[in-house]
């Protein structure tokens, strides 16, 4: 692997790359993403091998300009129209009936296609420069921590990718909002974000959010929305202020590392992040704090729960998924 900075020359090697049915590491707004032509098979099968990734896990299709969104959609609602122009270039993605083209392998077999248009100048330039769809779930091994760097995605996948495009640190830090048009009802699968706020002021109607469905309603599989996913090695749990301050009291401190929006804790002597106050700040640095926590040799990860507040909704459930997919031996 080779990390590049993100010049005109490396955009045209990056192309050409894909173009031979190669990996390659690209910067979004939100997480870094292994990227492959999603029209080649091929190509598309070395993504779920490096990763690890289930065959009917799907994949999101990125595209340069909101008019491919008739190469890849059998049919595009006015509702999608009207997101398209509020927030792309940006972290929606949208769930639409697929073209008959598009490949079940980057569907994961579904009659539906995850498709968005990242805002970053060297997504995008990149995606102009190909000239067609890139499928790019994030750049780390299956259910780990997504990548917020070009590093994070040669320390995860190392040779497994030609090459990754260094476009700095990304600006949102969590995965996009997914929305789901294939239905009557507009549904939000993952939380990201842009919320149902937003998504409501453009459209004229409130979506629902996934939990909110009957248990019976079926929906598509998405990237991200396994109950385990976005998880460090090291045992992780979530605890409100009281009860990890008790933890934090009762634990020798060299074995445990702690996630806090609050100055560490007096006599503390382990790992101790304080997490910025603001919900995006927090996004940003996230999984950042989470490698960097995994990897300071601690026996546990131990994260204050978010606030309650919506604006923390997408942040809370990564967190949720992590502390699930976390290995967690502890017994305390």
């Not at 927030?87 to 995850?114: N, R």
């Not at 634990?251 to 503390?268: H, K």
């Not at 950042?288 to 026996?299: N, P, Q, T, V």
Request: charged share 25%; proline share 7%; aromatic share 4%.
């Amino acid at each position: 692997m080779t990390i590049t900075e993100a010049s005109a020359e490396a955009i045209a090697r990056a192309s050409d790359l894909l173009r031979a049915g190669r990996l390659v590491g690209l910067p979004t707004e939100t997480v870094y993403g292994l990227g492959a032509d999603a029209a080649n098979e091929a190509a598309v099968a070395e993504i779920f091998r490096a990763k690890g990734r289930p065959a009917d896990h799907p994949l999101i299709v990125h595209i340069g300009d909101a008019e491919a969104l008739t190469t890849w959609a059998a049919r595009v609602p006015k509702d999608a129209i009207a997101l398209a122009r509020a927030f792309w270039p940006g972290p929606l993605t949208m769930i639409l009936e697929k073209a008959d083209d598009v490949s079940d392998l980057v569907t994961g077999g579904q009659p539906t296609v995850g498709l968005r248009m990242p805002d970053h100048p060297v997504a995008l330039a990149l995606l102009r420069r190909f000239g067609g769809g890139i499928a790019a779930p994030s750049a780390n091994r299956f259910g780990r921590i997504s990548p917020t760097t070009a590093a994070h995605v040669e320390s995860e996948l190392g040779e497994a990718v030609a090459m990754v495009l260094d476009g700095g640190d990304c600006l949102v830090g969590i995965e996009s909002t997914i929305l789901d048009l294939s239905g009557s009802t507009p549904v939000i699968l993952r939380p990201g974000a842009i919320d149902a706020d937003a998504i409501a002021a453009v459209i004229g109607r409130r979506p629902l959010h996934r939990e909110e469905l009957a248990a019976e309603v079926d929906t598509p599989r998405v990237s991200g929305a396994l109950p385990a996913h976005y998880a460090p090695t090291t045992a992780m749990r979530l605890l409100d202020h009281a009860a990890l301050m008790a933890a934090v009291a009762e634990a020798p401190g060299c074995r445990t590392a702690v996630l806090s929006r609050e100055p560490m804790a007096d006599g503390f002597d382990g790992i101790w992040k304080r997490a910025p106050h603001s919900a995006d700040a927090y996004a940003r640095a996230l999984y950042a704090d989470l490698r960097a926590l995994d990897a300071a040799g601690c026996e546990r990860i131990l994260v204050e729960t978010p606030s309650p507040d919506p604006a923390w909704r997408a942040i809370r459930d990564r967190l949720e998924r992590a502390a699930r997919g976390a290995a967690d031996h502890d017994e305390t």
